[in-house]
């Protein structure tokens, strides 16, 4: 039965590879010769066009950044519009009817295709973070810190010898687990089910999407439906759906206790929250568990990049290690450990970790999670309605005019900025957005979790630095270079390090 059962698999698996090759040919051949048309600000340039009939592949080999006008990168699925730096005040406080930045990244991660689409008519989860987790940050933080401290001892070696360790999976494990605990509490936030689906749903509907990126919405009903990675999303959700249906019993029943007189000792989750801020609709079971998984989506994927990013440039810069660490001990010398006084929250602690928040600006300079941020239009007279509209993040922050020597790496840039003027010591922080800086977004569509991903990324790092020592492996000579999917940047998953525990 196991074989057979494996056979099949491998068939469906085979017949699904045949037709997207079969699909992708024939829709090469028909953009080839007929083209499309598609939205774009009127008389924009197609960056690199050579030919009216040139095919799209051969454009997107071309792409570069630097344009001071607007500008369009094709793609096989929609036309990109990227504008200058000099729109961004005018836009970036428009209502959503005019400017809706959810539902740009709901179509961008494959829409109805990839069920992401089940967010759309609520910013609940917006809200959750805006209203909860960033007015109590502290208290999360804290909580954050606790699970680090049960996480670290089984993802981190122990070994005082070198050993090589994918540091990839233990950083999006200890984040899957930090994040769970202030989302959905224990004992789920430990259990290994929801642990490895969180990780895998972020892997599944990236492929999914990355593929139907790859061709006309026209075919998107054929190549979904041949998609392996669209069933196993499909999946993580239904699993997630019974995963939470008796937490969100159970609050249930803790809400009617208390209004009762009765004392109900609770967590104080995220996902309680929503349950009672949210209509009786979102509070249906397979939509808060969609939303709480996209949510995890979001807050793990980009937070263990960012850490993931500086921790290959701490083993490509490792003379920065000294002056990091010598900042984490002075900070213990005065506060103590983190969390071992009321004086020693994460609050305190995490702020005085200057040094570190600006190699973290540095790092995130040079490996942006996105190279463009997208909005799409929905009202507008200069822009046609529908249009997809970004900026160009990653070259605008290395403009020499924005950053001088932008191809050295230089950590302490930030900090260097800081001291330079009183006026200045609170400015240039990690989290904080600028025009000059898109990493996080800007106004209106500003990462709503920035604080909270800041804080995490710091709680790791520092302990990482303090108690580890890492390095490359001794065939990688140098940083691994980026890969890239579209807009999106990320490290190359298949690179390892070397790491042993410091002798105290």
Same mark, same amino acid.
């Given at each position: 039965?196991?074989?057979?059962?494996?056979?099949?698999?491998?068939?469906?698996?085979?017949?699904?590879?045949?037709?997207?090759?079969?699909?992708?040919?024939?829709?090469?051949?028909?953009?080839?010769?007929?083209?499309?048309?598609?939205?774009?600000?009127?008389?924009?340039?197609?960056?690199?066009?050579?030919?009216?009939?040139?095919?799209?592949?051969?454009?997107?080999?071309?792409?570069?950044?630097?344009?001071?006008?607007?500008?369009?990168? /094709?793609?096989?699925?929609?036309?990109?519009?990227?504008?200058?730096? /000099?729109?961004?005040?005018?836009?970036?406080?428009?209502?959503?009817?005019?400017?809706?930045?959810?539902?740009?990244?709901?179509?961008?991660?494959?829409?109805?295709?990839?069920?992401?689409?089940?967010?759309?008519?609520?910013?609940?989860?917006?809200?959750?973070?805006?209203?909860?987790?960033?007015?109590?940050?502290?208290?999360?933080?804290?909580?954050?810190?606790?699970?680090?401290?049960?996480?670290?001892?089984?993802?981190?070696?122990?070994?005082?010898?070198?050993?090589?360790?994918?540091?990839?999976?233990?950083?999006?494990?200890?984040?899957?687990?930090?994040?769970?605990?202030?989302?959905?509490?224990?004992?789920?936030?430990?259990?290994?089910?929801?642990?490895?689906?969180?990780?895998?749903?972020?892997?599944?509907?990236?492929?999914?999407?990355?593929?139907?990126?790859?061709?006309?919405?026209?075919?998107?009903?054929?190549?979904?439906?041949?998609?392996?990675?669209?069933?196993?999303?499909?999946?993580?959700?239904?699993?997630?759906?019974?995963?939470?249906?008796?937490?969100?019993?159970?609050?249930?029943?803790?809400?009617?206790?208390?209004?009762?007189?009765?004392?109900?000792?609770?967590?104080?989750?995220?996902?309680?929250?929503?349950?009672?801020?949210?209509?009786?609709?979102?509070?249906?079971?397979?939509?808060?568990?969609?939303?709480?998984?996209?949510?995890?989506?979001?807050?793990?994927?980009?937070?263990?990049?960012?850490?993931?990013?500086?921790?290959?440039?701490?083993?490509?810069?490792?003379?920065?290690?000294?002056?990091?660490?010598?900042?984490?001990?002075?900070?213990?010398?005065?506060?103590?450990?983190?969390?071992?006084?009321?004086?020693?929250?994460?609050?305190?602690?995490?702020?005085?970790?200057?040094?570190?928040?600006?190699?973290?600006?540095?790092?995130?300079?040079?490996?942006?999670?996105?190279?463009?941020?997208?909005?799409?239009?929905?009202?507008?007279?200069?822009?046609?309605?529908?249009?997809?509209?970004?900026?160009?993040?990653?070259?605008?922050?290395?403009?020499?005019?924005?950053?001088?020597?932008?191809?050295?790496?230089?950590?302490?840039?930030?900090?260097?900025?800081?001291?330079?003027?009183?006026?200045?010591?609170?400015?240039?922080?990690? %989290?904080?957005?600028?025009?000059?800086?898109?990493?996080?977004?800007?106004?209106?569509?500003?990462?709503?979790?920035?604080?909270?991903?800041? %804080?995490?990324? /710091?709680?790791?790092?520092?302990?990482?630095?303090?108690?580890?020592?890492?390095?490359?492996?001794?065939?990688?000579?140098?940083?691994?270079?980026?890969?890239?999917?579209?807009?999106?940047?990320?490290?190359?998953?298949?690179?390892?390090?070397?790491?042993?525990?410091?002798?105290?």
């Amino acid at each position: 039965m196991a074989n057979e059962s494996t056979s099949l698999d491998e068939l469906t698996t085979s017949f699904a590879v045949t037709s997207i090759t079969t699909l992708l040919i024939a829709t090469f051949l028909f953009l080839l010769l007929f083209g499309s048309s598609k939205k774009a600000v009127p008389g924009a340039p197609v960056h690199g066009r050579h030919w009216s009939w040139e095919p799209t592949f051969w454009l997107q080999s071309r792409f570069a950044f630097g344009a001071h006008r607007p500008f369009v990168v /094709k793609r096989y699925d929609i036309d990109i519009t990227i504008l200058p730096n /000099k729109y961004l005040e005018e836009l970036r406080l428009m209502s959503q009817a005019q400017l809706n930045a959810s539902q740009a990244q709901i179509e961008n991660l494959g829409h109805s295709w990839t069920s992401i689409d089940a967010i759309n008519g609520s910013n609940l989860h917006i809200r959750a973070l805006q209203n909860k987790l960033i007015p109590e940050l502290p208290k999360y933080l804290d909580i954050t810190q606790t699970e680090l401290n049960y996480a670290w001892p089984i993802h981190i070696t122990s070994s005082q010898e070198w050993q090589e360790v994918d540091i990839q999976q233990m950083i999006r494990m200890l984040v899957a687990r930090m994040t769970a605990k202030v989302f959905i509490g224990y004992p789920t936030c430990r259990e290994d089910e929801w642990l490895k689906l969180s990780i895998d749903y972020t892997t599944d509907i990236f492929t999914a999407a990355f593929t139907l990126h790859r061709f006309p919405p026209w075919t998107h009903p054929v190549v979904a439906r041949l998609l392996p990675s669209r069933y196993r999303v499909k999946k993580h959700l239904q699993s997630a759906q019974r995963i939470f249906r008796p937490l969100m019993d159970k609050h249930v029943d803790a809400v009617m206790k208390r209004r009762e007189g009765q004392h109900v000792d609770e967590e104080d989750t995220l996902l309680s929250w929503m349950m009672d801020h949210g209509t009786e609709d979102g509070n249906n079971v397979d939509k808060m568990a969609t939303r709480q998984t996209i949510l995890t989506f979001a807050s793990i994927h980009t937070t263990s990049s960012a850490i993931i990013n500086m921790v290959f440039d701490l083993c490509a810069y490792p003379e920065w290690l000294p002056d990091l660490r010598e900042e984490i001990k002075n900070i213990s010398a005065e506060l103590g450990p983190i969390g071992s006084t009321p004086e020693s929250g994460s609050k305190e602690w995490l702020a005085r970790l200057e040094k570190l928040d600006s190699f973290f600006l540095e790092s995130q300079r040079m490996n942006p999670p996105l190279l463009l941020q997208p909005l799409t239009l929905k009202d507008g007279t200069h822009i046609p309605r529908g249009s997809r509209i970004c900026w160009a993040g990653y070259d605008r922050i290395n403009d020499a005019s924005v950053t001088p020597n932008p191809e050295v790496f230089d950590p302490m840039r930030s900090y260097r900025k800081r001291y330079a003027s009183l006026e200045h010591r609170h400015k240039f922080l990690a %989290g904080q957005t600028s025009p000059d800086n898109l990493a996080f977004g800007y106004g209106r569509f500003a990462c709503p979790g920035r604080a909270f991903a800041v %804080g995490e990324i /710091k709680l790791i790092l520092a302990r990482l630095i303090s108690q580890c020592d890492i390095r490359f492996p001794e065939t990688i000579q140098s940083r691994p270079n980026n890969m890239y999917a579209d807009e999106n940047v990320f490290p190359d998953p298949n690179v390892k390090i070397m790491m042993r525990l410091r002798e105290k």
